[in-house]
T-cell receptor, first 115, second 109 residues
């Protein structure tokens, strides 16, 4: 049982589609993150939100658009993606960024395939 | 630039053996250290935090060497279910957390 819930678990979309990934955390955390993990590659940090404010955008293309309406919810809106965007997208949460001993707790991820 | 380096492996280890791997980090101001475990196509899961005094959790022992800037993970009496990728995570404070690329461990029957 995880305190971070991600939906959908799997997503197949065409390059002209628009879709959204959803993440919800029930841990009372104030920081939320999006990571990308391509096949056999390390985790890449995409975005960080701290108390609903975006504090980091790791040079992510604009076809990925995050939204954080409150500290418990995080979305990743996708449009006109490319096949190379196919990857596992992971949401995570933690105590506020900058806190000591902050641990990340991950959702189960969305396996995205772009055709 | 923050860097966290791990030997990618794979480490092929017979069941029941002891295996250890290290992780080096570049930022001497790092405050938080963790080991995560990731199974194929699954999310990383926290295995254990690493404290200055070292800590043990069952068959797993983690140690921190601040002088040489590395952390280690020791697994005793390895099980088939220990096969996974082990991620070293370092950071804390304003710099956030940095993940290593992971060490792939395969326990063989």
């Amino acid at each position: 049982e995880t305190g971070v819930t991600q939906t959908p678990r799997h997503l197949v979309m065409g390059m002209t589609n628009k879709k959204s990934l959803k993440c919800e955390q029930h841990l009372g955390h104030n920081a939320m993150y999006w990571y990308k993990q391509s096949a056999k590659k390390p985790l890449e940090l995409m975005f960080v939100y701290n108390f609903k404010e975006q504090t980091e955008n790791n040079s992510v293309p604009s076809r990925f658009s995050p939204e954080c309406p409150n500290s418990s919810h995080l979305f990743l809106h996708l449009h006109t993606l490319q096949p190379e965007d196919s990857a596992l997208y992971l949401c995570a949460s933690s105590r506020p960024q900058g806190a000591t001993n902050e641990k990340l707790f991950f959702g189960s991820g969305t396996q995205l395939s772009v055709l | 630039r923050k860097e966290v380096e791990q030997d990618p492996g794979p480490f092929n280890v017979p069941e029941g053996a002891t295996v250890a791997f290290n992780c080096t980090y570049s930022n001497s101001a790092s405050q938080s250290f963790f080991w995560y475990r990731q199974d194929c196509r699954k999310e990383p899961k926290l295995l254990m935090s690493v404290y200055s005094s070292g800590n043990e959790d069952g068959r797993f022992t983690a140690q921190l060497n601040r002088a040489s800037q590395y952390i280690s993970l020791l697994i005793r009496d390895s099980k088939l279910s220990d096969s996974a990728t082990y991620l070293c995570v370092v950071g804390g404070g304003a710099d956030g957390l940095t993940f290593g690329k992971g060490t792939h461990l395969i326990i063989q029957p």
